[in-house]
Structure formats: C-alpha cells, structure tokens
C-alpha cells in the first residue's frame, strides 16, 4: 500500500475534546490553577493531563517557568487548534440539538396537486411559524411520482390518493375521505350525450373512481381535457367547457363558484400520508403530520 493510502487509513491525532478543551482552558487563564477551576478539576488532575497530551502529540507544548505552565509557540498552535475544533463541535452540537427537537434540517414533502390547493396550506403556515429553522421543500405531482421519489428517498413523506393496491415497501396512513361532486356548465341539470367532459387523466385513481361511476351510470363521457389540477378542471368548466368530477373545497369557492349537479358525491376518494416503512422517527416530519392531522379532523367536522 502506498505512503498515502496508510496516512488516510491510519489516526495520527489520538485526542479526545475532553484534551482540546483542557488546552484551551489553559490559554485563556492567567495561571494553572485558574485554569483548574474553570474546569471543575484538580490542578494536579490537570498536570497530568496536560503530560499525557504532550506524550499523545509527541511535542514539549509548554515552558516551565517555577510552578507555572506557559505556552510555547507549538503549545499556542495546539491551543488555537483546540479553540477552532471546540467552536466546530458546539456548532454541531446545537445543530444536532435542533435537529432532534425538529428545529433544524430538511424536510421534503410531496403532494399531489388538492395537498398544494387546500389540503396543506394551513398545515404549510403553522409550520413555518413552529419550526423557522427547518428548509422546508415541496413537490408536487402525481401520486405515482410522489410515491417513487419516497422509495428513491428524494422525500421523506407524501400526501398521495390511497389505491388500495398497497406496496410493502410503502406505509400509508388515512388522512382524510374527500367527496368529488358533478359540475357541469351554467349549472346544467344533467350531462348529455353529446356533453364534453374535462376529467382527471386516464389511469389515475381519481380518475378510477369517476369512470366506475359514470359507467355504472350508463354514460360514456367524451373527454376533452385532462389535467391532474383540479384548478384548471374548475376553470374549464366555469367556461362552459366540459362537465367533470370535482371536490367542492375546489369548485365551490371564490365569487364565481360552480353549482353542483347533485347534492349527492358522484364519487370519493382516500388521501392519504405515504412514507417509507422503513423510515425511522423524524422529529420535523411529525411535527408537519401532527398539524395535517389536525386540518383533517377539523374538516370531518364541518
């Protein structure tokens, strides 16, 4: 093996901060037993500390002068040595503090596109206000998407349309049932054949549910549009587009709010919380479901 290889292999500075600590006690003292008292030892205790350091880093950091210890040019290299990994240590100390009170860190979350609508807005805000310090980073996409970024662990949670296929790498935790009402233009009573639909894109589970439905019913929708944001659904049928499937937190809102055909749900569907099952505990992470928690029961209410 190379001069290199055994250098990066090997651990030529057998100190503990315990060490460092002493030597920078030391130079921030007028005298040893100054020294000692700021550290809560004996002065002895201390002396044979500050030896056992020289013999460890194999250099005479001190001069003797009578019964005082003054630092010479390699003990003052040592000691501003000492100061720096000291400063670096509290750091990380703090940081890891914060980390695990859930003040600190990343934490990304995915959502499909209702999380980033009306589902975890609240949730978002109330969050930034309890951890301030946290790097909060959002993605929003399809479910599918979301649910393979947590098993590449490009996330660490996801709010997602529950399938009910399930996946053993997944663990997935009931969120919340939203109902998904029919909206059709100028608040028609009832679709046509001839009607243009705008729906959720084919293969989605959303999309799933409201064909099942629709088939059920006898109607064969003619689709015009797909989007996976129910924004853009809305608006199309506000223009008298199409009719779609929506959830009322989307389309019954705002001056302009659509009327629902019906007031029975022409569908449902399950959102959600997907994480890994392997997944350890998060602080961050249970701080943000702790808060999603509480919007869902707060809308079971209403």
């Not at 309890?130 to 993605?139: I, S």
């Not at 009607?195 to 689709?223: K, N, Q």
Request: net charge neutral.
């Amino acid at each position: 093996m190379s001069d290199a290889g055994s250098t990066r292999g090997s651990l030529p500075l057998n100190l503990h901060l315990q060490h460092l600590n002493y030597l920078r006690a030391v130079e921030e003292s007028e005298t040893l037993a100054d020294a000692a008292r700021t550290l809560r030892v004996s002065q002895p205790a201390l002396s044979q500390a500050l030896d056992e350091i020289e013999k460890r880093l194999g250099l005479t950091l001190f001069e003797r002068s009578g019964r005082r210890r003054l630092l010479n040019q390699d003990g003052r290299a040592a000691a501003d040595f000492a100061r720096e990994i000291l400063g670096r240590s509290e750091l990380f100390a703090e940081e890891i503090r914060r980390r695990r009170e859930g003040e600190g860190g990343v934490l990304r979350v995915g959502t499909i596109d209702a999380g980033s609508l009306y589902i975890l807005p609240e949730a978002l805000r109330r969050f930034r206000r309890v951890a301030p310090g946290v790097d909060l980073r959002l993605k929003v996409a399809t479910s599918a998407e979301l649910e393979e970024s947590l098993l590449c662990h490009d996330l660490d949670l996801a709010f997602v349309i529950d399938d009910g296929r399930g996946d053993r790498e997944l663990s997935r935790e009931p969120l919340v049932e939203e109902l998904l009402y029919l909206y059709g233009p100028d608040g028609a009573p009832a679709p046509l054949e001839e009607d243009d639909w705008v729906l959720y894109p084919a293969r989605s589970h959303t999309r799933e549910e409201i064909d099942r439905e629709l088939s059920r019913r006898g109607w064969m929708p003619r689709v015009r549009l797909e989007s996976s944001n129910p924004q853009v659904l809305r608006q199309m049928v506000a223009l008298g587009f199409g009719w779609s499937v929506l959830p009322r937190a989307v389309a019954e809102i705002g001056p302009k709010a659509l009327v629902p055909a019906s007031k029975q749900a022409l569908a449902r569907r399950q959102i959600a919380i997907s994480r890994r099952a392997t997944a350890t505990g998060d602080s961050r992470a249970e701080k943000f479901l702790d808060l999603a928690r509480t919007w869902a029961r707060q809308q079971q209410r209403l």
